[in-house]
């Protein structure tokens, strides 16, 4: 087949043309000047109503009471005034905590195996969704302070002789989670600030006073010589390549924490790639649901987020809900057929006890929901839509943890051990506490960060050209690493 | 030899071949490419510039962090416990498949956390080649930097700003850096 790359023509004819229009609905191929970029972004992050301050005053508000102000009751009064009890100690405290864990991972995969791939879609909003890491991590990562009771012993995780000539176990996979997540925080958290730099050196060129000298210091003096964009790629190639595998071994290990224990329905050797492809499915559902807020609430964000990335992302979430789903009846399966007393009334239970509207809203909304609509193109380019169906998928994963914990512990090998889980109010409150906190401070590092990587998508529109094939237009991309 | 003075050759955005070609003009006038550097506010890569490749440690610096991560596990897997010795019974004292867990937590956050040192120490680094900035580089444009003796500027300006550069003489470095 001869195909003759040249630059579109005015000369095209009219269903080129009409490709080429269509074509012009792509960010990539919609470009502009590297200045009026620079400049929609920075209003982006300046342009604040009375709504906005509104909403950091309450969110605020809502941290302090919901989770500041009841933890530090928890701590006073005791843990005893949460629903865990015997024989279920592992409640909403748990489940949230792996429900944040599960949402950190959608930066990285976003981010780094988006990058690794060279998918070019991810350009516009890996930024937007490293935050997701960040954040969503340092709100799971309260909870083990926070199921410990004792808070104020948390240091007997750290590894130096005590008075007692104790350490820390590094067999246990308590340590191991220890370890793994602040393996994740700190290299997610550099992950974020490495691709920033150029960002940062644009903020501190188009800002005075406080900002100008923030944005100086967090710049490292960059200029942009051949040196730095090299050294910056180098880095970015190493933690995109590095942080894969960490990402990982975080959520794996968070599985571990259940498998390697000899609880019924936990003892699965599956649980590590399960709970992988629902952290992946729920925290790429969190990037789209907050990609729809973002371009609903921040000025200019509709140029940058277009229904093509929605779209882009609605497919991976329609793949990871089917693998999801192969895993989870791998699992049930597998565990209904062995036989095992235990494991098999729990799975009854799961599907017919007082609490089994969880398990069924599980499926639903894992299932069902995205099978039904995320195949349509028009559904997955629907802003409010796509927001709708991203909540309820993660509705349905945290659904999914508090099935596998609480649901599961109170039904074990004993039945005069048996018992029921209902979370009390402390419980709930701290679990809201943390999504408000989360949501504070999306909403803080709005109006500090640039949250699109404006270098990035500089480039990949300079890497996407029009060329003409035959008696057509076709969207090709140059290599320019 | 006469006092060099730093120029700022300042292309608009889309002028890429225009900055390679003035690249190629200034080695012909005798400017060696240790004293030329570009700046950009997009990565264009050597190749596009016709210019010797950058060099980095931060690859050596990473392997090294790994490495020191490593046998920090190393230490806590198998140090801690002759150090302070824990016996549970039916279980080993010491065991390799649990130990790979830490393995490879600490040698990944070595690895990563040297990285981003790596990069930060070069980052804050005197550097040798001409310095000089200006804040249209963030806006898009290509600065082509570079020290030059007097005599040449006739020449210089004649070249470059006949490839659409907007020259800008002794183009300092404003303070970039916090300190």
Not at chain 1, 205 to 215: E, K, L, P
Not at chain 2, 144 to 153: K, N, Q, S, Y
Request: with cysteine; proline share 6%; aromatic share 14%.
């Amino acid at each position: 087949m001869a195909v003759e790359t040249q630059p579109v023509s005015p000369a095209l004819n009219q269903p080129a043309r009409e490709e080429e229009e269509a074509l012009r609905e792509q960010l990539m191929f919609d470009p502009r000047p590297r200045e009026e970029l620079n400049r929609m972004v920075m209003e982006s992050m300046y342009s604040t109503s009375p709504r906005y301050w509104v909403a950091v005053g309450v969110l605020t508000a809502l941290v302090l009471v919901c989770l500041v102000g009841m933890w530090g009751y928890m701590i006073f009064t005791g843990i005893g005034i949460a629903g865990i009890r015997k024989p279920i100690y592992w409640g909403v405290f748990i489940v949230t905590f792996v429900f944040w864990i599960g949402i950190s991972h959608a930066g990285t995969f976003v981010s780094a195996i988006l990058r690794v791939f060279k998918a070019e879609f991810r350009r516009p909003f890996t930024r937007a969704a490293e935050l997701m890491t960040t954040f969503g991590l340092a709100a799971g990562a309260l909870y083990p302070l926070i199921h410990l009771g004792r808070v104020w012993v948390f240091y007997w995780m750290i590894p130096y002789p005590n008075a007692r000539w104790l350490w820390p176990n590094f067999r246990s996979p308590l340590v191991w989670d220890f370890l793994a997540i602040t393996t994740y925080l700190l290299s997610s958290t550099i992950y974020l600030y490495l691709p920033l730099l150029p960002d940062l050196a644009m903020a501190r060129d188009r800002t005075q006073g406080w900002r100008h000298a923030v944005y100086k210091a967090l710049a490292l003096g960059w200029r942009g010589t051949e040196a730095e964009w090299f050294r910056l790629r180098k880095a970015i190639n190493i933690f995109a390549f590095a942080i894969i595998p960490v990402m990982f071994s975080v959520h794996t290990i968070v599985s571990w924490d259940f498998a390697v224990g000899q609880v019924g329905g936990w003892n699965s050797t599956i649980f590590g790639p399960y709970f992988i492809i629902g952290a992946i499915l729920s925290g790429v559902s969190a990037v789209i649901t907050i990609l729809v807020i973002l371009r609903a609430t921040l000025k200019h964000m509709d140029y940058f987020i277009r229904p093509e990335h929605l779209d882009a992302l609605g497919k991976l979430v329609l793949v990871f809900s089917m693998a999801w789903a192969y895993f989870f009846f791998n699992d049930y399966l597998v565990s209904w057929y062995g036989g095992y007393e235990v494991t098999r009334r729990i799975l009854t239970l799961h599907a017919t006890g007082p609490t089994a509207w969880v398990w069924y809203c599980m499926l639903f909304f894992n299932v069902v929901i995205p099978w039904l609509t995320l195949w349509s193109r028009k559904i997955r380019r629907t802003p409010w839509a796509m927001f709708i169906i991203t909540v309820l998928i993660n509705v349905g994963m945290y659904f999914e943890r508090y099935t596998i914990i609480p649901m599961t512990l109170g039904h074990q090998r004993f039945p005069f051990d048996w018992g029921e889980y209902s979370p009390r109010l402390p419980e709930i409150s701290i679990a809201f506490g943390t999504l408000c906190l989360f949501i504070l401070l999306y909403l803080l590092a709005s109006r500090l960060i640039p949250l699109v990587p404006v270098w990035e998508v500089r480039e990949g529109q300079e890497a996407h050209k029009v060329v003409k094939v035959g008696k057509t237009v076709v969207p090709s991309v140059s290599e320019l690493e | 030899m006469s006092r060099r003075i730093i120029h700022l050759a300042l292309f608009p955005e889309d002028a890429l071949d225009q900055a390679a070609e003035a690249l190629e003009t200034l080695r012909g006038m005798g400017i060696t490419d240790r004293d030329m550097t570009v700046i950009s506010g997009t990565p264009f890569s050597e190749k596009m510039l016709g210019r010797p490749m950058a060099w980095t440690r931060i690859s050596i610096i990473g392997i090294a962090g790994a490495l020191m991560g490593f046998l920090t596990a190393l230490f806590f897997n198998f140090g801690t416990p002759l150090l302070y010795p824990i016996r549970v019974g039916g279980m080993a004292y010491q065991t390799l498949p649990t130990s790979f867990v830490v393995f490879f937590e600490l040698t990944m956050l070595g690895l990563l956390i040297s990285t981003f040192l790596g990069v930060f120490v070069e980052m804050i680094s005197p550097s040798f080649g001409p310095q000089g900035y200006d804040p249209r580089i963030t806006d898009g444009h290509i600065g082509v930097l570079f020290w030059a003796p007097p005599e040449l500027d006739p020449r210089l300006h004649e070249a470059l700003t006949g490839l659409g550069a907007e020259i800008i003489h002794g183009a300092e470095a404003k303070k970039l850096w916090l300190f």
